[in-house]
């Protein structure tokens, strides 16, 4: 795994967010918000807690603290989502921009919630933070339908046809 590795899979993330970012931008405060199933329950609660955890990761590995777990309550509508998104990916892009690939062996100390503490290679927590991403862009795919919406494909073959 190199850094240019890294940066291209985030890449590919940012690319399928702002695919499916466009079709949730079209749903309702309420259609956002409703609760329709899935781990989170509602768009707005899977959105949020990915954000999040992008987010924790980053601070994780020495990006810009996030403090404590980002709750959905505080985002009522898909735009202050956005809004916060904006400044994770922006920070994510600003990190991975300064790192070197012998930096991406440097063991971590982390924990999940007041889970125990665990020891991973950097590279093995951000791989984990854009795969985490991308589980529930497909479980946000599936909500989507839900609602009756259409999320379209976003995979990673479209991806890089679209950059080829």
């Not at 190199?2 to 309420?30: H, P, R």
């Not at 790192?99 to 924990?111: G, K, N, Q, S, V």
């Amino acid at each position: 795994m190199t850094v240019v590795n890294l940066q291209q899979l985030y890449d590919y993330s940012y690319w399928a967010n702002a695919k499916l970012f466009a079709v949730i931008a079209e749903l309702t405060d309420e259609q956002f918000t409703q609760a329709v199933g899935g781990s989170y329950g509602s768009v707005r609660n899977t959105l949020v807690h990915t954000m999040s955890a992008e987010w924790g990761w980053l601070e994780r590995c020495g990006g810009p603290p996030r403090g404590e777990r980002l709750r959905p309550d505080d985002y009522p509508n898909f735009a202050s989502v956005s809004a916060t998104w904006t400044r994770v990916e922006r920070d994510m892009r600003a990190f991975l921009g300064g790192l070197t690939d012998d930096d991406l062996a440097r063991p971590i100390e982390f924990a999940i919630g007041s889970g125990p503490k665990h020891i991973l290679p950097m590279q093995n927590l951000l791989v984990h933070g854009v795969a985490h991403t991308g589980h529930h862009r497909g479980q946000i795919a599936l909500l989507l339908r839900t609602l009756g919406v259409a999320p379209g494909n976003v995979d990673f073959l479209f991806y890089a046809l679209e950059r080829a």
